[in-house]
Nanobody, 113 residues
Framework: QVQLVESGGGLVQAGGSLTLPCAAS????????MHWYRQAPGKQRELVAV???????NYAGSVKGRFTISRDIDKKMVYLQMNSLKPEDTAVYYC???????WGQGTQVTVSS
């Protein structure tokens, strides 16, 4: 059974940084892409970052150059490092696996101006 558990959210001032860990179980990273999505109030859930099974990353244009997705295969962890945060980054952030379509419970990130 696949389980994803996010943590690391919180309140941060604009320009600050946060790192969101996602603990995964039941997944083999070498055959699975992992994703970070976010959903702001009143908006659709959007894809923020992807790391594919080969470790290649891709980002939404709005976060490129500020966010970094990474993984630790041995620890079965996926991370989203967020720098230069802006108020428009405020959202619930979700970890997602591309093989089984499992979602984590989400973690709230609030960026104050």
């Amino acid at each position: 059974q696949v389980q994803l558990v996010e943590s690391g959210g919180g309140l941060v001032q604009a320009g600050g940084s946060l790192t969101l860990p996602c603990a995964a179980s039941g997944i083999i990273f070498r055959v699975t892409s992992m994703h970070w999505y976010r959903q702001a109030p009143g908006k659709q859930r959007e894809l923020v970052a992807v790391i594919n099974s080969n470790g290649i990353t891709n980002y939404a244009g709005s976060v490129k150059g500020r966010f970094t997705i990474s993984r630790d295969i041995d620890k079965k962890m996926v991370y989203l490092q967020m720098n230069s945060l802006k108020p428009e980054d405020t959202a619930v952030y979700y970890c997602h696996d591309g093989r089984y379509g499992t979602w984590g419970q989400g973690t709230q990130v609030t960026v104050s101006s």
